[in-house]
């Protein structure tokens, strides 16, 4: 029936439909294989194909690596590719990849060539540097080119390496050791011929100046004010000299010129600065170290040079007697530190260490002796003694001046506290040479003209507001002050007494009591109105003979005229009070701003 043949071929179509589908997943499942297949045959080609590239050794290579020069690019090339192959034969063999048996031969004996080829260029290239010549960067910079030569022989043939390295180390160290003796031993000539000695102390007596002196005195050194003075010494630290060129000897022989130590010091370490940084940078860069081996490798190639120079430090610090120098070269030594830690190399950090380490005690010992010469100057054996500024305070005022102003840059406290020991003796000392005076007139002279010039060199050459300045100010102040009582008491004295007396009366309430003093106001007040004016003319007078500072002089008259004008204000609100307000003497007595008028006349002017 029609039903059975619909049933019979919708059986049929549903048996085809599913024959299809088993045939549509079996040419999935082949395609998925043949993918498979496809994608790992590419792999194994690009595998093979990048080992093939590895292990073959091109004819080009071979001829290079033995024939071509090691400064041809196409060597360093070639070289390069070399370094490669054998690295991925080394690798693959790791890996038991039996086709590198087939290339190790020939690779081996390129390396070999390699090595033995590098090994000689380098050699000569070393050799180089023995030849003399002003500028060693040019051979190092040369050698720079070919680094990866050395990286070449430090990955295949250690030994070798370290042959090159050992012989760079011992070629250059002599080379840098001679080349700074020779230059050491040449500035020396080139230095003043007179130097401080252990007689150069602060409190050493000027024999010059001394009467007592005989044929056996010490003859005065020539150049002794550069012992005590700075004058254009500190100029050494300035940005601008003190990475200046360096000094050259024989020029300066030529032209007969000499120099200080610290101006020898500052061109032999800027040379070993210059020279050192250039060093470290290029042994880090060619030979490949960094950290603690570079300083190990930059310690064989400068050691003895550095030992040479910490040697000769030693030697002249230990017979070294001028301060001054010493302590510029411990701020030269700061400042060249600082250079260093700006341009990043350490390279010289234990040098710098182990030269302050000589520098600061004998600063130090320097100033204690100087401290102590001062502690054991008797002001009798220093001869004939004047009110002038005395040479051993000049002496005083330059030296802590020039420490001072070279202290400020770098600042110390142990300087700071030696200099204000330093200061202290050297106020005692001034009071007992003042005491050798009969006079106090004479003493306070003495006295303040020693204070004005000292605390006149701090101010010039040191900051106004040190510790020196500021304690010689209050010195000064105080004596100057007790001065112009001692100046106005001779002419002025009676008037001054009676006001002081009066005043105390005057506090007291007890008034009346001056009604029997006015025999004597009428004296002091006759007195006073006939003598002032040659009083103050002989009081100037003695004033500007006294001081040797025009200036000090004249503020002390200016000082002298204030104090007397107050005095006499004083003495006539004194008259004003009812006891004496009627005495006839009143009228003979000069009007107070009168007097004033009178009196700026008298001001010096200069």
Same mark, same amino acid.
């Given at each position: 029936?029609?039903? &059975?043949?619909?049933?019979?071929?919708?059986?049929?179509?549903?048996?085809?439909?599913?024959?299809?589908?088993?045939?549509?997943?079996?040419?999935?499942?082949?395609?998925?294989?043949?993918?498979?297949?496809?994608?790992?045959?590419?792999?194994?080609?690009?595998?093979?194909?990048?080992?093939?590239?590895?292990?073959?050794?091109?004819?080009?290579?071979?001829?290079?690596?033995?024939?071509?020069?090691?400064?041809?690019?196409?060597?360093?090339?070639?070289?390069?590719?070399?370094?490669?192959?054998?690295?991925?034969?080394?690798?693959?063999?790791?890996? $038991?990849?039996?086709?590198?048996?087939?290339?190790?031969? *020939?690779?081996?004996?390129?390396?070999?060539?390699?090595?033995?080829? /590098?090994?000689?260029?380098?050699?000569?290239?070393?050799?180089?540097?023995?030849?003399?010549?002003?500028?060693?960067?040019?051979?190092? $910079?040369?050698?720079?080119?070919?680094?990866?030569?050395?990286?070449?022989?430090?990955?295949?043939?250690?030994?070798?390496?370290?042959?090159?390295?050992?012989?760079?180390? $011992?070629?250059?160290?002599?080379?840098?050791?001679?080349?700074?003796?020779?230059?050491?031993?040449?500035?020396?000539?080139? %230095?003043?011929?007179? *130097?401080?000695?252990?007689?150069?102390?602060?409190?050493?007596?000027?024999?010059?100046?001394?009467?007592?002196?005989?044929?056996?005195?010490?003859?005065?050194?020539?150049?002794?004010?550069?012992?005590?003075?700075?004058?254009?010494?500190?100029?050494?630290?300035?940005?601008?000299?003190?990475?200046?060129?360096?000094?050259?000897?024989?020029?300066?022989?030529?032209?007969?010129?000499?120099?200080?130590?610290?101006?020898?010091?500052?061109?032999?370490?800027?040379?070993?600065?210059?020279?050192?940084?250039?060093?470290?940078?290029?042994?880090?860069?060619?030979?490949?170290?960094?950290?603690?081996?570079?300083?190990?490798?930059?310690?064989?190639?400068?050691?003895?040079?550095?030992?040479?120079?910490?040697?000769?430090?030693?030697?002249?610090?230990?017979?070294?007697? $001028?301060? /001054?120098?010493?302590?510029?070269?411990?701020?030269?030594?700061?400042?060249?530190?600082?250079?260093?830690?700006?341009?990043?190399?350490?390279?010289?950090?234990?040098?710098?260490?182990?030269?302050?380490?000589?520098? &600061?005690?004998?600063?130090?010992?320097?100033?204690?002796?100087?401290?102590?010469?001062?502690?054991?100057?008797?002001?009798?054996?220093?001869?004939?003694?004047?009110?002038?500024?005395?040479?051993?305070?000049?002496?005083?005022?330059?030296?802590?001046?020039?420490?001072?102003?070279?202290? %400020?840059?770098?600042?110390?406290?142990?300087?700071?506290?030696?200099?204000?020991?330093? %200061?202290?003796?050297?106020?005692?000392?001034?009071?007992?040479?003042?005491?050798?005076?009969?006079?106090?007139?004479?003493?306070?002279?003495?006295?303040?003209?020693?204070?004005?010039?000292?605390?006149?060199?701090?101010?010039?050459?040191? *900051?106004?507001?040190?510790?020196? *300045?500021?304690?010689?100010?209050?010195?000064?102040?105080?004596?100057?002050?007790?001065?112009?009582?001692?100046?106005?008491?001779?002419?002025?004295?009676?008037?001054?007494?009676?006001?002081?007396?009066?005043?105390?009366?005057?506090?007291?309430?007890?008034?009346?009591?001056?009604?029997?003093?006015?025999?004597?106001?009428?004296?002091?007040?006759?007195?006073?109105?006939?003598?002032?004016?040659?009083?103050?003319?002989?009081?100037?007078?003695?004033?500007?003979?006294?001081?040797?500072?025009?200036?000090?002089?004249?503020? /002390?008259?200016?000082?002298?005229?204030?104090?007397?004008?107050?005095?006499?204000?004083?003495?006539?609100?004194?008259?004003?009070?009812?006891?004496?307000?009627?005495?006839?003497?009143?009228?003979?007595?000069?009007?107070?701003?009168?007097?004033?008028?009178?009196?700026?006349?008298?001001?010096?002017?200069?």
């Amino acid at each position: 029936s029609r039903c &059975w043949r619909m049933e019979q071929m919708l059986g049929s179509f549903q048996l085809h439909l599913s024959t299809l589908t088993l045939q549509i997943r079996s040419l999935q499942d082949q395609s998925g294989a043949l993918s498979l297949r496809l994608r790992n045959r590419r792999r194994l080609r690009r595998h093979l194909g990048q080992l093939l590239e590895e292990l073959v050794v091109p004819s080009a290579m071979i001829s290079t690596i033995l024939e071509a020069p090691v400064p041809e690019p196409e060597f360093l090339e070639q070289l390069r590719e070399l370094d490669g192959k054998l690295g991925a034969v080394k690798e693959q063999t790791f890996r $038991d990849t039996l086709a590198c048996a087939d290339v190790q031969h *020939v690779l081996d004996r390129l390396r070999i060539k390699a090595v033995t080829k /590098i090994r000689e260029f380098i050699l000569q290239k070393i050799f180089s540097f023995r030849k003399p010549m002003t500028n060693y960067q040019i051979p190092q $910079d040369a050698l720079l080119k070919y680094r990866f030569c050395y990286r070449f022989l430090l990955g295949h043939e250690r030994s070798v390496a370290q042959e090159l390295r050992d012989q760079y180390v $011992d070629t250059v160290g002599k080379i840098y050791l001679s080349y700074f003796r020779s230059y050491s031993s040449r500035l020396l000539k080139i %230095q003043y011929e007179e *130097v401080a000695d252990k007689d150069d102390l602060m409190g050493v007596e000027d024999t010059s100046l001394n009467n007592r002196a005989g044929f056996f005195s010490k003859p005065q050194l020539r150049s002794r004010n550069t012992v005590f003075t700075l004058g254009n010494r500190g100029s050494i630290i300035s940005a601008a000299e003190l990475e200046a060129p360096v000094l050259v000897p024989h020029a300066a022989q030529r032209s007969d010129t000499r120099y200080p130590f610290e101006a020898l010091f500052r061109s032999q370490h800027y040379a070993l600065l210059d020279n050192s940084c250039r060093e470290f940078l290029f042994l880090s860069d060619f030979f490949l170290v960094s950290g603690a081996a570079a300083q190990e490798l930059f310690n064989s190639v400068m050691g003895k040079t550095l030992a040479m120079f910490l040697k000769q430090m030693d030697t002249y610090v230990g017979s070294c007697y $001028d301060a /001054i120098a010493v302590f510029l070269c411990i701020h030269i030594v700061l400042r060249f530190r600082n250079i260093m830690a700006k341009r990043n190399i350490p390279a010289m950090d234990r040098y710098w260490e182990s030269l302050l380490e000589l520098l &600061w005690p004998r600063f130090e010992l320097l100033l204690e002796l100087h401290i102590r010469s001062i502690q054991s100057t008797e002001p009798q054996r220093l001869g004939h003694l004047d009110t002038r500024p005395h040479y051993i305070t000049r002496r005083y005022a330059e030296f802590s001046s020039a420490i001072v102003s070279i202290n %400020q840059t770098f600042p110390n406290e142990r300087t700071n506290a030696l200099l204000g020991q330093l %200061q202290v003796e050297v106020e005692n000392f001034v009071l007992r040479v003042a005491a050798e005076f009969p006079s106090r007139r004479e003493q306070l002279i003495f006295l303040i003209n020693n204070y004005d010039m000292m605390l006149g060199v701090l101010m010039e050459r040191a *900051v106004e507001e040190s510790k020196e *300045v500021e304690g010689f100010q209050q010195l000064l102040s105080a004596r100057t002050q007790e001065f112009i009582e001692e100046l106005l008491s001779p002419p002025f004295g009676g008037m001054i007494a009676f006001v002081k007396e009066a005043e105390a009366l005057l506090e007291k309430g007890e008034l009346e009591r001056l009604r029997g003093e006015e025999a004597r106001v009428s004296h002091l007040a006759r007195g006073f109105s006939g003598s002032w004016r040659s009083s103050v003319e002989v009081l100037s007078q003695e004033v500007m003979s006294s001081f040797s500072n025009f200036r000090n002089g004249t503020s /002390i008259i200016q000082g002298a005229l204030t104090q007397l004008l107050q005095y006499y204000h004083r003495f006539l609100k004194v008259l004003a009070q009812p006891p004496l307000r009627s005495l006839p003497a009143r009228t003979e007595l000069i009007n107070i701003h009168h007097l004033m008028v009178e009196l700026k006349k008298h001001k010096p002017n200069f």
